[in-house]
């Protein structure tokens, strides 16, 4: 059972769109991961938040914690074809044990 | 670099066999994980320690499965007779946890051990 729902499971776009990817739960966490991963290798983290309503940027890429800590966005604007690969959104637990969501395979076509 | 390895990258083996998959943290991180993850899903959580003391495992983990982390710094995943469901990702992640200034969470993963179970 997911207790993270991403959404889309997968996006094919053109060099120079912008896209959101959603992460959404019935739960709260205390705080919330993004990873990147390539075919082949393990997950890389991108950022954490941890406070409701909390937005990061790194780069082109913005991220939304929800004011409630039970979801999370992913905006990229102006995508490049180094954007594609998967992204993982995880949400972690007391324990501090990531919950992962199915994630969101990106392809960016130049 | 010192960031999480795992070995082998890659294991095939026969159905029936066992195997044993280690994982080196970031050096001074006190918390370990292992998850599992199937091609076209996010990781899934197996099991974790606290320096030594595995503290969690999840309902993934059958009686074949066993971790162990015996001084606190490398950790090992053995299978034992192994089947074809096992066929996935093995992926170790680790973090300092009681560090002021990083979310609890906040983990580095390893390049993960791929094993194909025939």
């Known amino acids: 059972t997911q207790l993270l729902e991403q959404s889309p499971q997968f996006l094919s776009i053109q060099e120079g769109e912008n896209l959101t990817v959603y992460c959404n739960s019935s739960s709260v966490f205390s705080s919330l991961q993004w990873y990147r991963q390539e075919p082949g290798e393990g997950p890389v983290l991108l950022v954490t938040v941890v406070t409701g309503g909390e937005v990061k940027k790194l780069k082109r890429l913005t991220f939304q914690f929800g004011d409630a800590r039970k979801d999370s966005s992913l905006h990229i604007t102006a995508a490049q074809p180094g954007d594609t690969g998967l992204y993982l959104c995880a949400g972690a637990r007391g324990t501090g044990k990531l919950i992962f969501g199915q994630g969101t395979t990106l392809q960016v076509k130049p | 670099d010192t960031g999480v390895s795992q070995d082998p990258r890659h294991k095939i083996t026969k159905r029936g066999q066992n195997v044993t998959f280690r994982c080196d943290p970031i050096s001074e991180h006190n918390r370990l994980y292992w998850y599992r993850q199937t091609l076209g899903q996010g990781p899934e959580f197996l099991t974790y320690?606290?320096?030594?003391?595995?503290?969690?495992k999840s309902r993934l983990l059958s009686d074949r499965f066993s971790a162990e982390r015996p001084k606190g710094s490398f950790s090992t995943l053995e299978i034992q007779r192994t089947e074809q469901g096992d066929s996935a990702m093995y992926l170790c992640a680790s973090t300092l946890r009681g560090t002021s200034g990083r979310a609890e969470g906040e983990q580095f993963f390893g390049p993960g051990t791929r094993l194909t179970v025939l």
């Open positions: 320690f606290q320096n030594e003391a595995q503290l969690e």
